[in-house]
């Protein structure tokens, strides 16, 4: 079979090659070496070493940027995941009304980050006004507090859909026999549902790790990181290194930053599987 | 005990419905405000109903469509998505059955680049990817799909691998067997198979696509061509007062589709979701 496969690679393989190779493969390789040049289009690379990289390290936004992302990160992986978890589990139970819930939580997933990032906006500049506190262009605690409500309002529903689907695939049998032998709802909840969900954790924790460490529309139609790149998160911050600062040397130091932030990004997605990975227990 | 179940699970409903309507509110409030006249849309008014006097009926409605050129940017993402995503579901599961069942050290190399890409922050290839893009006159609502074949196939070679694997050799051998060539196997014996990941894989590109911001931005001439989430984006963009009128009408005309579409396509949407996510 493979051997009549072969002749007939080209036309299996090319089309979609080709695009990769245009659309991704190309583009990448080139950004890790254009980040050791100065530059301002890719013909007139010019090396220059780590230079950019030591300036990249040496950017306060930067690292600022950083430390937001992690604290964004941190706290919205684990509402949205509790949150989802616990509408999950309420509609597991064959409540009344239980398809117009899923339907209605799910759907500000399908509305695109820009769009959910100007909602947003009016309505939090609405209360930040009667409340007489300043609106969110100066205003970073808001701007975080919102950045973190309007992820969970999104994400939320796609996640309670994973749990729902591995709740659903725990057998009836497991459960009735965990009770039989006395374990109240909780520890029913705690030592059976909760490992047998394991793979479906495992998801929904990397999804929302990863969308929350590449944030950018929703960012950038919310704050755009003002009051003065406070609330800007590291692909926006990126994202202005590379468009709004003038200075040849701006460039370089943005793809350097480019880099820095793909090896953060895989490094955790890699961490994290692994260690859930390990928890999950084989049916 | 089963009295008390029943009341517990009546709190549940009328919980869970007051929350519903909080999650509906910000496009409820949205809505309210895209029918106040332009005077009239304050940043702490935005709660409250517009009265006889502020009410403007369709007339930033009116306006975004005439003017601001919503109709324009509706036909170019609607064309956007729909030719990347014919393309991927076209060539991607050609080169994921290849992949699958040819394993050697190069189909592995390819499968490990396309996890890669899925990972890989779209912040590293911005800049040299709109380039390549320019260079290669990548730039139109007609030829962008190429890109998003590039930048999309990785998710969906990855999900496609996925089911691949799980099917029997057996099939396919037979009807190799039976004189079929490998481009009539895989149309008629393996596509038919994998209708329903190609479904998943269809909504999860398609939210994907239509939503898209930087990439349309910075590979298509901003000047000539706006997808609707740059249209949006430039209304703030774009110096001067922002007409936040038009803009709350514009959001509407962006979400009322979407909603629709779900309503319509629920069952599936919400499947293809789940099934998704638990191959990856």
């Known amino acids: ?283 | 005990m089963k009295k008390t179940k029943k009341r517990t699970d009546r709190v549940w409903v009328i919980i869970l419905t007051v929350l519903s309507l909080s999650y509906v509110y910000p496009i409820f409030m949205i809505l309210i405000n895209s029918l106040k006249k332009g005077s009239a849309i304050t940043t702490s008014g935005a709660f409250t109903f517009p009265a006889s006097d502020s009410f403007a009926g369709l007339e930033n409605y009116v306006d975004a469509v005439m003017s601001k050129g919503f109709l324009k940017s509706l036909g170019y993402s609607t064309v956007i998505t729909l030719t990347s995503m014919a393309a991927i579901l076209i060539f991607c599961p050609m080169c994921a059955w290849f992949i699958t069942r040819v394993e050697n050290r190069l189909t592995k190399l390819l499968y490990v680049l396309f996890v890669l890409s899925m990972v890989v922050p779209f912040q590293m290839v911005m800049f040299t990817l709109s380039q390549t893009a320019d260079w290669l006159k990548l730039n139109t609502p007609w030829n962008i799909w190429i890109i998003y074949l590039g930048f999309g196939a990785g998710l969906a070679v990855f999900m496609f691998c996925g089911f691949m694997k799980s099917i029997p050799l057996e099939i396919e051998e037979a009807s190799l067997i039976d004189g079929c060539n490998p481009i009539q196997t895989f149309f008629q014996v393996v596509v038919p198979m994998l209708k329903p990941t190609m479904v998943s894989v269809g909504i999860l590109e398609a939210m994907w696509l239509w939503n898209d911001y930087l990439l349309p931005t910075l590979v298509l001439d901003i000047k000539k061509y706006k997808t609707i989430p740059m249209l949006i984006q430039y209304f703030r963009g774009s110096y001067g007062k922002v007409e936040m009128g038009p803009m709350m009408a514009c959001i509407m005309l962006t979400v009322i589709p979407i909603i629709i579409v779900y309503l319509l396509g629920q069952k599936h949407i919400i499947k293809g979701v789940a099934a998704g996510a638990v191959k990856g």
């Open chain 1, 1 to 283: 079979m493979q051997k009549a496969m072969k002749r007939y690679a080209p036309l299996f393989i090319m089309p979609t090659f080709a695009a990769f190779l245009i659309g991704f493969i190309i583009p990448f390789f080139q950004g890790i070496y254009l980040s050791f040049c100065q530059f301002t289009t890719v013909g007139n690379a010019k090396f220059n070493g780590i230079t950019n990289y030591v300036k990249a390290f040496s950017d306060s936004f930067f690292s600022h940027a950083f430390v937001f992302t992690v604290a964004f990160a941190l706290v919205s992986i684990i509402s949205i995941n509790v949150a989802a978890f616990s509408l999950a589990l309420l509609l597991t139970k064959g409540l009344k009304g239980t398809n117009i819930f899923r339907t209605v939580f799910f759907m500000p997933n399908l509305i695109g980050g820009i769009v959910l990032g100007y909602i947003w906006q009016i309505l939090i500049n609405c209360v930040l006004s009667i409340t007489e506190k300043p609106l969110l262009a100066l205003n970073t605690s808001a701007g975080y507090w919102g950045l973190i409500v309007l992820m969970c309002w999104q994400q939320i529903g796609y996640m309670m859909i994973i749990y729902i689907a591995g709740l659903q695939n725990v057998s009836e049998d497991i459960i009735e026999a965990a009770k039989i032998d006395g374990a109240a709802n909780w520890r029913v909840l705690w030592n059976v549902k909760l490992p047998m969900v394991m793979p479906s954790i495992t998801i929904c924790v990397f999804l929302t790790l990863t969308n929350s460490f590449k944030l950018f529309d929703q960012n950038l139609a919310l704050t755009g990181g003002e009051p003065n790149h406070a609330t800007e998160m590291l692909a926006l911050n990126i994202y202005q290194t590379f468009y709004a600062r003038a200075g040849a040397q701006w460039k370089g130091i943005g793809q350097a930053k480019a880099v820095i932030f793909c090896i953060i990004v895989i490094l955790i997605s890699v961490i994290q599987l692994r260690s859930t990975r390990s928890k999950e227990v084989q049916q």
